[in-house]
């Protein structure tokens, strides 16, 4: 392991989005105190407890430090050089009897949280020059990207929330009192929220779940699963009715204003009340309020784009915002312009998508990859391009993609798989090799990705505080090593990708001038950026873009088939970070969290009391979990929180494997997908419930 340099040190916390900065002090060798640091300029002393559990993520003596290569149930360690030569063999094996597509590779999560894996891991991923691309977007925010992408012309070009000078903010499907924000990366966003209030603003919740944001919100309504689309036209549909549906500035260039009223006009709030669960005189006073708050902003997370009209629920919201005047204004929503700007060299009108197809099941690439939920077909269905090898970096699909269950299995079929991951878990207990980077406090940082996406225009770097043992190795330095080995060539360093981007980007800073500022560097508020900012091809807003006009009739069914008697949701907790910190003690106190919620009516037609033991069953499978009856839950919903499942054999995870909890995506089911983006549509898989043994 490790060992930490002794001294106060700055730097980012990088689990999450919000990007706090915490002041860490180090004596003899070991952290004495770690908190939020109260002089940053963005995040001002925020902490959650997972930053905490940085401590023991560092300690965690199951994380490992050195390469590992099993043979059979064994692992055994070897030393770096045979482990990269083991792998590029591996693969090249592979490739050379059945091409460059029967490799896979799968990007999890913290690649996007972490500037080495970001800026270094792209040679050797080209290098493999397979399209069986795969990554966490797909299970995540894919349908804000496809929106982007149609209305403004790139996936980055991502419209923010901007909570800090907005009036009313009505949020669905999230949470972020827990999840600390995503794509709203504004860390301490209770007091964000409690400020809005404050200032005599209105905080409104649409959610199936009265979640720790709608308690402290002004207002909350549930919502069925999946039927936020509906909602959102119908919300569109009152303020066009209402004669306050107007452009403003946004209107010499933008198109489709039109179309998008039109569209609206087949969905009257009486319309969808019943579908949605939401009355109309409720639907038609919150699209009032929205409409006549003098700054507002409509803001929608995953609960909006895991669900089977994701995409259009997305596009609806950046609609929405737009023919409310609150689309690149003030307290709207904003594009923040970060000052290592990775839209800095973009083109107009160069972005695509569907350019080519998954051979199984045809699903089309986004950005160069495949919607994950289907891997297991790529996997497994026999013919020339079928997956062969498998590299993860940063992953856990086996616990974070649908039909979780049937991946796990496929994977043990594999010729040959190497996992980028410094954990034994469930998914990389398949690998050949295992290749573990240093992480957390052992790493330099610089937030490439959530600088997009943040409520002020702030940089910040954080320097390692730990001198690697001998057998670690960073991240960049593992994957330079293997595009050495397939290439011959290498690429700089980190730390200088970030300079030279700094150099480049709208603030013209750089690497020393940031460094100097170890609590950060405002540059202010985000400041509108339209039209010069769009990507286009006209260089223009499309209100109403033709995927997804041609998405709408697959509304319809909505209103033709009955809702499930019993619908699944997802629960994000504060201790929980997806699948992989099970393993930190200090966020495991307390018992098992893993209960399926569900509503004293649903409980009581079903015979079942607080505490027991229930099964829950869907297409795909069943999990036996405790049951927690709440009436926090719609009636016909439940909810069981993600990234459990801790119980598999031949995993290094002692703490997490003590309450193993089950896994969500045993019951989640791959051919449920936003057919427009195809992302994983988790919420509302229609499931059964019973007591167990029944
Ligand atoms: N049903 C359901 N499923 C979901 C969700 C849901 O809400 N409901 N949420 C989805 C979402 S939003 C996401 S983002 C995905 C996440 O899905 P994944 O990214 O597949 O899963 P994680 O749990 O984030 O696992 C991260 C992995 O990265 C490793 N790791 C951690 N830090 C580093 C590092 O610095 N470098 C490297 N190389 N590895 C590291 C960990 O050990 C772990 O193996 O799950 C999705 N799955
Ligand atoms: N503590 C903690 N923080 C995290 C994570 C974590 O695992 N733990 N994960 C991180 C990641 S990778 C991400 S992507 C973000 C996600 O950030 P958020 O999107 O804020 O995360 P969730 O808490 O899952 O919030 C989704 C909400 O949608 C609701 N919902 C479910 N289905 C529907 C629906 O059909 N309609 C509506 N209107 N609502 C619905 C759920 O009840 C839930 O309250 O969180 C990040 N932060
Ligand atoms: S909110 Fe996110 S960035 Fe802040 S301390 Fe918690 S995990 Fe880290
Ligand atoms: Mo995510």
Redesign the pocket.
Known sequence: MSALRDGIHLRACNLCEAICGLAITVEGGAVVDLRGDAADVFSKGHICPKGSALIDLHADPDRLTAPLRRRGTQWEPIGWDDAYDLVVRGLQDVVARCGDDAVAI?L???NV??SG?MLSSGGFLRALRTRNRFS?TS??QLPHHRAALEMFGHPLLLPIPDVDRTDHFLVLGANPLVSNGSMLTAPGMRDRVRAIRERGGRVIVIDPRRSETAAAADEHHFIRPGTDALFLLALMNAIDAAGEARLGRLTPFTDGFDALRAAARAFPPERVAAPTGIDAATIRRIARAFASAPRAVAYGR?GLS?QPFGGLCQWLLNALNAVTENLDAPGGAMWPLPAFDLLQGAKRGQAHAGRWRSRARGLPEFDGEFPVATLIDELRTPGPGRVRAFVT?????V????SGAELDAALADLEFMVS????L?E??RHADVILP?A?GLE?EHYDVIFHHLAVRNTARYSEAIAVLDESQRY?WQIFEALRLRMTGATGAPPHVRIDRALRAGPYRTNLDDVRAHPHGVDYGPPKPVLPERLLTADSRVQLAPPAMLADLPRLETMFAEPPPALSLI?R?QLRS????MHNAPRLMRGGDRCTLQLHPLDADARAIGDGDRVEVRSRTGAVVVPAEITDAVMPGVVSLP??FGHGHGGTRLSVASETPGAS??DL?DRERIDELTGN?A?SGTPVEVVRYPA
Not at 577 to 580: E, R, T
């Open positions: 799968y999890g999560n913290p949280h972490n894996t966490a299970v995540d995953i895991t970096v940063a992953g856990n699909p616990l974070s993609t649908p980028v991951d410094p954990y878990n998914t990389t980077p992480i790493v991240d997802g994000r970070n997806n699948s992989w993600h990234g969500i995506n989640t994983a988790f």
